[in-house]
Structures are given as C-alpha cells and as structure tokens.
C-alpha cells in the first residue's frame, strides 16, 4: 500500500493559504452583517465582590443604546458574585462600538469587595480567604483512578474510579525494594498565558427563526449545543460558522461562557469565563438583529483564561541499580484558579503513568487544586504536562546522575514500547478495556537527536568555565491523543465529473488538518489532492466531530474519512459493474475520475457513466454519497511521542540565555504533509517564550495582571531560539488509516525541563522556576557561589533550598 | 461623550483614491477594516507589539494600529490586497508564503507579507539576520518563524527572477 | 480609545498656539501618545492632540559646518539606524536607534518623540487610571509596595520609582548632545527634569526641533549595550551608552532611574586612562556603588554594573564592534 500513495505524504499546498495569503481568508471576526449591532462588555475590576446595586439609567439614555444586559434580565449568563477580574458583569449592545463602549462607563455599579487571594502560596494558608465558600482553597482532587487486574501481557483491563490517587501498585512495597531513591521537590511553573492572536469573540444573528453564529470557536458542533440553550432553540436551529481559526491553543472551546457561574466543580476547558459568544446570543435572540461582541483590547483577552499554572511537584522515583524504574511516587498542587479542580488534572496525568510504564510496578500519583481569584488554566498544547514534567525530567536527570548513568541511556532503558499500557486516568474518557501504546520507536528519536547534537561529547558542568558556558540537556515528552469515546462522522460526496466534496467538522486553527482529510479522501478516492474539496466550517453543512482538541484531530477525523470514501466507492463500484460486465463491484477500481476492472484496465469508464446508472434522466447526474463512523475503542492508543534537547549559552555575569537551539523530534508514524508536520513542531517557540520570561503578573494587593499587553508580556519572537524540527516514520498506527499520530501536544511539554537540564549542564545548578529570567539564574548562580565558599559540591546540586535526598537502601 | 468631530481625508489604498469622512480618534486599522471593509489586515494587540496590522504608508511599513486616520490625508496606502495583481495572480510574496508554508493559522500572515514588501522594496537581497530585524516586530504565535525566513528568502529569489 | 479633538498643526506657531488649550497634548510620531490614549491612564484624558507630525520640514540628517550632527525632530528612528553618518562617527546613537522598539515601530517613532516619551510603570499606567499614583498625585507608589522587578534602582525621584526607558536618551547624553527647542538648546544631561517624573524641562510652549550631537573629540570611541529579555520589541531592563577617549569620558544607564542616569563615578575612574579590563570592572563597581533597589530588583545592579563594564570596554580602542554587525 505504501508504496502506491499518490497524494498522502506529497507535498501539497496547505488547505486554505492562498486565501490567507491574500487577505481573503474570512475569520469570525472579518464577519460584518448589515444593520448589525455592536456590544461591549463591563468586567468587575475586583478580585472578590458581590453585585449591590446597578444602575443603567444614564447608559440607557444614551442614543443609540438598543440594550443593556444585567444580572437581572440575563441572569442565565450574567453572574451577581464575582471571583476574578474581569469577570462579566454588564453587556451593553447599540449601534457603534464607540457608543456602546462611551455607554459602559456611565453604569453605575455598587460592589462590595471580599477578601480574596490570587497567590497560590497564600491560597494553601489555613487563614486564607476561601474562594469557593465551604471549600479549603488546597482541594484533593477526588476523581482518581486506580488501575488493576493486569492480563498475560501485563495490560491493565481494569479501571476503577477511587478519590485518593491516580495509579497501580504499592509504592510503599516499591520503595522497600529499590535500590536508590531519588526525591526533590520544590517546581514551580509561572502563569502563562496561552497564545491566541484573534480575540474571543462573536456576531450572532437571530432571524426569528434561526441563529446564526459566527464564533472563534474550535468545537463547532459543541458550541452548537450550548448556543442552543443559551438561546432557547434546539439544535437544528442554530448554525455556527468558523471558517478560519487563529491559532487555538486550547482557548477556542467555547462552552464555559454558557454554563452559569456556581461551585468548585464546574468549568471545562476551553473558553475560561469570557462570554462574549453567549452574550451576542442573548442580545441577537432579544432584539432580532445581528450583534457581534468581540473583546475589546489585548488586556481583555488575557483575562478570562491563562495556558499553565503554577505548581508545587515533589517527585520521588525508585529504581534497581541498574536503572531499571520500579517505583514513581509524585504530589503536585496546581493553581486552578476559579475553573476548580476537574479537566486539567484528569487530562495531565496520563503522562505520568505512561512514559515510563513499561518497568514501573507501583505508581502513585497525588494532585490538589489550589482555587484562587484568578482566572484558570485552558487546554493550551500539554493541558497541565508541561508543569510536572518541568520537575519530573529534572528529577530523572538528577537519577542519571546518582545512578551513574547518562541521561539518554536512563530514559531508553525504562521509556514506553509499542504494546506498553497507555494508562489514560481521564473521566472524560472510557477505558472499556485494557489500553496499550499502538507505534512508535522512542529509541530511534533519541538516537536521532544525539546524533544532531553531537550529545557524546557533551561535558559535565565542572569541566567547564569563562563568562560564558555552553550547556546541552534533554527531555522526553508523550502525550495521548484524546482516547475512548472520541471520534466523528464523515461524509463524501462524489460529483459525476470525477471530484469530490468531503464534510466533517475539523476546525481550521492552522495546523494543516483539513488538509490531511482532503489528502486522506483524494488518496482513497483516486484523486488528486486538487478535485477534493473539504467542508467543514459552518455546521448547516458538516457533520458532527469531537473538537479536534488535544492535537487529536488526526485520530478523531482519520478513519471517518476513509470510512466515508469506501462507502461512496462502494455505491461507484455497484454501479459501475454492469456497466463494465464484472460480476462483482470488488473486481473495480478508481483512478482520477475513471472506474476500471483491476484484472484488465483497459476495460474503464468515466464515473460519469455510472452516475447515470441509477435510473435517472441524463441531465440529472445525482450525487454518490457516502458515510464514515468512527469512534475510537479500547486497544492501541493513538499517541505523540518525542524527545527535546536544547543548547544554550548560559551569560554567568547577567544571567541571560543565550544561543538558544531547540531539536525536537517526533515520531508522527507517518507524516502525511512534510511541511505541515514540521510547521507544527515550530510551534515550540511559543512553549519557549514561558522559558524566556513570559509569566503573567498578578499585583497581590489588588489581584490586577499588570503585564497584559504584548510590551510587557514577552511573546515569542523570531529571535529568542533556533528551532530545529524532526521527525522519524516508524509507521503504522492502527488508530488512523495511513498510520499517523497526533502531533502538538508533547512538543510543549519537555522544553521547560529539557532547557532547565541544559542550565544545569552549564553551571551547575537547578532551576525549577520557570520563566528562567536573569533574576531567577542570577539568584541561583549567586547561591551556587556562597556554597561553594561554604565547601559544598557546588557543581552537583545547589542554587535552591531543597536538593535531592539520595538513599542507597541496598 | 464629546461633540463628535468629523474631519474628512483623501486616501490612496490600493491605488484607488477615496474620500472619507471619519473621528478623530480612529486608527488607520478601523479605517482600513471597517470604512474600506479590507479585512485583510489583521487587528490583535492594538499596541504596536504584534505586527499583525502592518500595511505601506509611502513607502515605510507602518503599524496601522497605531496611526490615527485624521493624520492620513494625502498619504498613500498598500494593504495585503492591493498585492494581487489585476490578472488574479498572486503577488510573488504571497506565492512564497504559499509555497514555503509561511502561513500556519494566517492570522499574522497579511502583516508579515506587507512588512516583506516593505523590507524587499528597499533591500531586495537581505541575509537573514537582515530579514530578522525588518520582521522583528512581527509576531506568529504558532511559532512558524523558521518557515516565514524561508517564505521571504523565496520571495526575494522570485522577484530577483521577475527582473532578469 | 475615547474621542477627543485633533489638530492636525501646519507649523511649530500653530502646534505652540494649539497647545495652550488646558487639556492639549502634542504628538509626533504617535507611537507612545496612542499607547497613553488607549491605556486611558492619565488622570485626565486629554482633550485635544496636537499632531506635529504634520509639520514640514522638521525630517532631516545632516552635518553642520562645524561638524555637529544635526537631526530634526520628526526623523524617523529607523533612518537614524540606517544613516551612514550616524553609523560611521555616533555609534552610540547608531545602536541606540537600531535596538529601540522594532523595525515597523521605528519606521513611525521619531527621535524627538523617543526622547519626551513618558516614563514606564505598570503601575501607572494601569489601565483606566486604575492606580492613582504619587506620580499622578496620589499618596502611594504601588510599585514601591508591589512588583517592581522592573523599577528603579537608584531610588525615586518625587516619591515615584518608575524607569525612564528610552534607548536613545543615554546616548545623547553620552554623546554630549544638545536637545534644539522653539525657545532655546538644552544639554542632555538637563533635559529630563528631575522634579516630575515622566515630564521634560519644556515649558508649556515649547517645542523640541532638532537634536544637536556635537562631533567626538578625537581618539573618543562611543557604544550602546541594551539589555533585555527579547532582542526586539521590549523596552529595556538595562541599557547603557559612553562615550570615552579624547580626554572625555561620558557613561549613562537608562531604565534604572526615573531619568537617564549619568554614572559619573564610572566616569571619574576612567577619564584620561587607558581602559583595560580591571578598570572597566572597576567602573561598574563605582557606577552602582549608590543603587538602592527594592525588593524584587537587585539582579539590575548587578546587569548594570556588567554592562557599565562592557560598554567601557566596547569604547576601548582595540575593540571590535561586537554584537552582530547587520
């Protein structure tokens, strides 16, 4: 079969960028509608309050002003309690923005302020003001999952929820029999906000019949349904439209701003609390007008969600002295701000049970939510991974270390192999039965990147000296894309002159999916990449598909595609026997446009021919259509996997990063566009920039972000790194037709840890804060410097308060 | 709110000369999205940090974000749609971005290629470390920035091509 | 950004006569005025905006008779950054202009903007004036008793510890330049007035129309090292030009006082000698020996005192140019 491939794997021209390079290409917020409306919103500028009294009057009075949205004629969206800034409290709709924005600041609002805490350290005192009344701000979180009943090949068929910890074994029966343990604790990763360009946001149309919205939404169909509810129409009324995407980055999922506002358990991933979308409904569905609401500056769009959380992560790892890892044992506290404690745990700690499956025999995985008056944490790339394994791949280098091992060599030794339990710990997710790992040769890419960075001759932090000292450190990443449960439909639409239109619900954020389908479609239809046409941004004409989060858009859409294509060749070839005189339709093939008997093809029609088989007059063609259903069960599990190394120059007078080099492979089993592949693996620049210095700053006295413009908040630029992509093909994964896995996610999650090892290298010393501003290195470097006068080993473990506590138990 | 204050402008965009009415406190970027309907040009940051407004003024790339149209009178204009030429055939610059792949999600893209028209106007064969300072200020939050060095290097050797 | 009155000036007279109006605020290039306008943080919002850019005339590079370098008020920085001139005798000013914002934000910034641009603290300008400062008449510096990793080291000026973060600024002081007003020539060194932080020794009716920068004594070399976290974009943590040979011997940080900061114990230490290593480490001990940080900003006086060092060495006569020629 490889070797006939005709379009998948070639290089074609990216769904939709010729559009985006002219400027034609139309985003939610391009949408204008004649005699469409414009709102602006009122956000709470306290941390804490409850709503007292509000006073329209003046705004109302205002030409122009068709509405005004309150807690009191829209208390489905618009909440009276207020638990972070930003937090909506008033919508005003008129005829310009400049009104509707003037408007806004002649409401007046009587608010009494709360006590509350944005700094997570505080957050965990016992006197902390409670963000969530009658909830401890240090939240075990309670929806755990325990693993069991491991069948001949050592697979897990059992997984029973349990409210204590996430894993299998008995660490404390690991730990007896260990060789060496390894513990340190004390990571921290700053708040960083996740890296969306186009604002949030929303026009919204109510005909009196039918709705209409378009939506920077990634979950099309998703959004559909709370569209629905929050406007009182069923579904089949309410049409959303998102042509093109800006990058999503976990902030395009669109549901929270349309579920109210209430306990610690509420909020899913995606849109933080920003109800720009469900307030455009509300005001469309009142005033039978189009209203489009989008948010008003950049600030804004760094209120209502960041992209990583801080973290408290201790992690203590048990091995054989021959590095073989028996034994993991991990607690980590997440600030979760106000979107409680629910889908960033149960999405970020698959990883943790999965990378190093393969020797572990006990695992332990402890996790509390930190609420504080904060916004919280979307699904950007690596949902809540990046954070722990910023410690947990320090912690694995420190074990080289002890063990006498290099780094490399301890992570082939343990790292997952294809047939190796994926243990998946999310609810959101089923687990039917046991769950392994469908491809992937982990060795290979690490052979592949030491090779490009010429690891072997990598020196020990004490053989180096100067100003300036050249530091080389790695990470090994994975992640699961989505699992059970998960899936979408497909349909396929043969035309009779031999092209075809696919129809399905991948959103276009820019990473080449739509793209792969069209590849998929043309590959199983015998065309070329240019007769196939893909729909898929406006749900009157797609159909349902899981939100292609979690980069798993490749496992979600791949076989719905190529279901959807058998079933249309099906009908083709049914028609076409006859015609071809075969006795049965398997007998055929296609080939651009023409059907053909494979035993003899100089016996072809054009599709054509068969198209007026079906009993109609010869002007009318009618249309072959097909379907594909695919849901993904239990077995393999589609899965990223990769490794990151990074080479830096560490400036010791000022503590500044320089020379930055980032070599990241993956192996995507097979890569079904080069360019896209790699293109998607450049996206670690925007991980890198939470290494340089992006963090959002709280001020603790008032809880305001102090840095929510792209002046202060660095955002990545052409110039902070060098990215190095790669991929290796190990081939077929069973979870999509031509064998590719998801890719986008992992990528994000070894950087942290892998430039942390790189400092380590250069000057000897850990960093586990992130960003590693010149402050943070400084800092360090200078403690470095006391230990050293003090007589300690300042090249081995120093710079922080807690170093890891070593125990030869053998 | 104030009085409002009407000034009336002449512009050229795209060639094609118009006469505006507008307020005083409207950016380039509103007048070019909003009066013009040229939603080519992309508004992000709105504090001249992300690049993604970036159109021609006489000749200099310019942040339209941060540019009032009152000061625009008699100024001549280029968007990211005044690139294509009449016959419909992309612009060499556009071409390049297509076939590098120097677009991930497209929403930087109309400011990048306009900022790379301004840069190979006045510098037709730049290094890359040239190619870095002109589009410094030029953000992709996907991070495709390794592509979009290739993307520009292309344009230039195609435009070198047009001329010989 | 909330409405307000435009005047577009045709000349320095009408922009001066504009710009007696109470709650008039002048602007050149726009890129600082726009961020002041959308950030809504003045205590009042202006009014009306009286757009010099407008004026005639008032664009130009050239060298007097005398030698001195003469730029208008309304160039653009990026030309200042690709003038042969500049480049070849002002290296100081050369790199200051090449490294301040990015290309596209230089192409709109002019010289004499860059220098009247408002201090920086985020803070102060909280949006919608949110923080009612010391700087804005108010009882508390938020920063003093918040985050200010990014303030002053040198203490406040007026009770306010915010950053004066002009690349450009230290330059001409290194440079000696003379700020060219409607009314008169002010040193550098006495343009930033020290009294209100954020504000410039012109009067009310005044205007900046050309910046002067002497020709450097014979044998002088200047330089300009900015550091911070991006290398495009960001204002800077640090920055620090000098000018040192001929018998003279000028250094300035920026971006660590609320006005540019002459490091004059630096310049006492090297004036007249040979600059080595050990004197240039010196020299950065001296220019930080006052540094009162607060609590999150130390590391600045140590990133000071190195680039002290660094820009004394880069002045040196067997330097090379150092940072990436482009």
């Keep these: 079969m490889t070797s006939a491939l005709r379009v998948v794997g070639k290089p074609v021209h990216k769904q939709g960028d010729q559009l985006r390079a002219t400027g034609q290409a139309q985003y939610s917020s391009d949408a204008h509608l004649p005699g469409m409306l414009h709102g602006s919103i009122l956000n709470c500028p306290y941390p804490s309050a409850d709503l007292v009294s509000i006073d329209t009057s003046a705004a109302a009075a205002v030409p122009g002003v068709k509405l005004i949205l309150t807690p009191d004629n829209c208390s489905d969206v618009l909440a009276r309690t207020y638990q972070y800034i930003g937090h909506p409290v008033a919508c005003v709709v008129a005829t310009t923005l400049d009104i509707a924005q003037h408007a806004i600041t002649l409401i007046k609002v009587e608010y009494k302020q709360k006590a509350f805490v944005v700094d997570p350290d505080e957050a965990m005192k016992p006197d902390s003001p409670q963000v969530f009344p009658g909830f401890d701000n240090l939240h075990p979180f309670d929806l755990c999952s325990h693993f069991s009943e491991r069948n001949e090949q050592g697979l897990f068929a059992k997984r029973e929820a349990a409210t204590d910890y996430d894993g299998f074994g008995d660490v404390e029966k690991g730990f007896a029999e260990a060789d060496v343990i390894v513990e340190d604790e004390g990571y921290r990763f700053g708040l960083a906000h996740a890296p969306v360009p186009e604002r949030r946001g929303g026009l919204a149309h109510f005909d009196g019949e039918k709705l209409t919205v378009w939506s920077t939404t990634q979950s099309a169909q998703q959004t559909r349904g709370y569209i629905g509810s929050v406007a009182g129409l069923q579904i089949h009324n309410v049409r959303v439209i998102s042509e093109f995407n800006s990058g999503s980055f976990g902030a395009r999922g669109d549901d929270t701003g349309f579920l109210p506002d209430s306990g610690p358990d509420v909020a899913f991933m995606g849109a933080g609390h920003d109800k720009s979308v469900a307030l455009a409904v509300k005001a469309s569905v ?372 320089l020379n930055v080099k980032i070599y990241h492979c993956a192996d995507v089993g097979r890569a079904l566009n080069a360019k896209d592949t790699k293109a998607q693996i450049l996206r670690i620049h925007h991980g890198f920039e939470s290494v340089l210095g992006a963090t959002m700053i709280l001020d603790k006295a008032t809880g305001r972000l102090l840095n929510g413009s792209y002046i202060d908040y660095p955002v990545a630029t052409m110039w902070d790194c060098d990215v190095h992509p790669y991929y290796i093909e190990s081939g077929n994964d069973p979870t999509h037709p031509y064998g590719a896995v998801g890719l986008g996610q992992a990528l994000q999650n070894g950087i942290h840890a892998a430039t942390a090892n790189a400092i380590y290298n250069a000057i000897g010393v850990r960093i586990k804060d992130t960003p590693m501003t010149p402050d943070v290195i400084l800092k360090a470097l200078t403690s470095m410097g006391e230990q050293a006068v003090n007589g300690a080993g300042a090249a081995t473990q120093a710079g922080n308060e807690s170093v890891p506590r070593v125990c030869e138990t053998a | 709110m104030p009085d409002k204050q009407y000034t009336t402008i002449t512009i050229t965009v795209n060639g094609d000369v118009f006469r505006l009415e507008i307020e005083p406190h409207w950016t380039l970027t509103r007048l070019i999205r909003t009066s013009l309907g040229l939603t080519g040009t992309k508004e992000h940051c709105d504090e001249g940090a992300c690049g993604m407004c970036t159109v021609i003024v006489d000749g200099r790339p310019t942040l339209s974000c941060m540019a009032l149209a009152a000061t625009m009178d008699g100024r001549n204009v280029m968007t990211v749609e005044g690139l294509t030429k009449h016959d419909g055939k992309l612009h060499p610059i556009q071409a390049a971005w297509v076939e590098e792949h120097g677009a991930q999600c497209g929403y930087c893209t109309p400011g990048f290629i306009m900022a790379t028209k301004a840069l190979l106007d006045k510098n037709p064969t730049p290094s890359t470390l040239q190619i870095k300072e002109a589009l410094g200020g030029n953000i992709c939050r996907c991070g495709n920035y390794e592509f979009i060095i290739n993307s520009v290097h292309a344009a230039a050797k195609s435009l070198q091509g047009d001329q010989a | 950004m909330k409405p307000f009155k435009l005047i577009n000036a045709g000349s320095l007279e009408e922009a001066i006569a504009s710009l007696q109006q109470p709650d008039a605020r002048v602007m050149a290039g726009g890129t600082d005025m726009l961020g002041v306008l959308k950030g809504n943080f003045l205590p009042q919002y202006p009014g009306t905006i009286v757009n010099i850019g407008s004026i005639k005339g008032l664009d130009y590079i050239k060298s007097a008779d005398d030698g001195t370098l003469r730029i208008g008020a309304l160039t653009r920085l990026a030309d200042i950054a690709e003038s042969d001139v500049v480049k070849t005798r002002y290296s100081a000013l050369f790199r200051a202009a090449r490294k301040t914002a990015s290309h596209n934000l230089r192409n709109m910034g002019t010289i004499g903007g860059n220098i009247c641009q408002f201090v920086r603290c985020w803070y102060m300008r909280g949006t919608d004036n949110f923080f009612f400062c010391t700087r804005k008449g108010g009882e508390t510096c938020y920063a003093d008793i918040g985050d200010n990793r990014y303030h002053s080291i040198f203490g406040g000026v007026s009770g306010c510890i915010s950053v004066n973060c002009s690349d450009v600024a230290p330059a001409l002081v290194a440079l000696n330049a003379q700020i060219v007003t409607t009314k008169r020539k002010i040193p550098a060194d006495a343009f930033w007035s020290v009294k209100t932080p954020g504000s410039t020794a012109l009067s009310d009716d005044e205007l900046v129309t050309e910046v002067a920068v002497p020709p450097p004594p014979d044998g002088a070399r200047s330089a300009f090292i900015k550091f911070s976290l991006r290398n495009t974009i960001g204002f800077p943590i640090v920055n620090c030009a000098a000018m040192i040979g001929g018998g003279e011997a000028r250094v300035c940080l920026n971006a660590v006082y609320p006005k540019p900061y002459r490091a004059v114990l630096a310049e006492e230490l090297v004036k007249g000698r040979a600059i080595d290593e050990e004197l240039a480490e010196q020299a950065g001990e001296a220019a930080i020996r006052e540094a009162r940080p607060r609590e999150l900003n130390a590391y600045k006086v140590q990133i000071a005192k190195v680039l002290v060092k660094r820009t004394i060495l880069a002045c040196s006569p067997t330097a090379t140019s150092g940072e990436g020629e482009l």
């Design chain 1, 286 to 657: 009142m005033l039978l007008k189009p209203v489009r609401i989008f948010l008003s500056s950049n600030e804004e769009n760094f209120y209502h969600f960041w992209g990583r959380g801080t973290t408290y992560c201790r992690v203590k790892l048990g091995f054989k002295k021959d590095g073989t890892l028996t034994t993991w044992d991990m607690e980590l506290a997440v600030n979760s701000g106000l979107f409680g404690n629910r889908w960033t745990f149960m999405f970020s700690n698959g990883t943790a049970l999965m990378l190093y499956s393969r020797n572990a025999e006990h695992v332990r995985i402890k996790k509390y939510a930190i609420f504080t008056n904060t916004p919280g944490q979307v699904g950007w790339c690596g949902y809540g991974n990046p954070e722990y394994m910023f410690a947990t791949e320090q912690v694995m280098d420190q074990a080289a270390e002890i063990l006498g091992m290099d780094p490399v060599e301890l992570r082939k030794k343990n790292h997952m192999r294809p047939g190796d339990n994926i243990l998946n710990v999310s609810r959101a997710y089923a687990h039917t039965g046991p769950n392994w790992l469908g491809s992937g040769d982990i060795s290979a890419v690490l052979d592949l990147l030491m090779e490009e960075t010429d690891w072997k001759s990598r020196k020990p932090a004490s053989e180096k000296t100067g100003v300036v000292r050249h530091g080389l450190g790695m990470a090994l990443t994975c992640q699961q894309c989505a699992g059970e449960g998960v899936g979408s439909n497909a349909i396929v639409k043969l035309n009779h002159d031999g092209t075809a239109e696919l129809c399905n619900t991948y959103a276009d954020t820019g990473m080449g999916g739509r793209s792969a389908c069209r590849q998929i479609a043309a590959e199983e239809l015998g065309l070329t990449f240019d007769k196939v046409r893909i729909i898929a941004g406006d749900t009157d004409a797609s159909v349902w598909g899981t939100s292609n989060a979690c980069s798993g858009g490749t496992m979600k859409y791949g076989w719905a595609v190529a279901l959807a294509c058998r079933d249309a060749l099906k009908t083709l070839f049914e028609l076409s026997a006859p015609l071809l005189k075969v006795a049965q339709p398997s007998e055929l093939a296609t080939v651009d446009g023409e059907v053909f008997v494979k035993a003899d093809p100089t016996r072809r029609i054009k599709w054509e021919q068969a198209f007026l088989n079906q009993g109609n007059n010869d002007i009318d063609h009618t249309q072959i259509v097909g379907k594909g259903v695919w849901i993904m069960g239990s077995g393999p599990q589609n899965t990223e996997k990769a490794a990151t190394f990074v080479s830096l120059d560490v400036d010791t007078e000022t503590g500044q990063l």
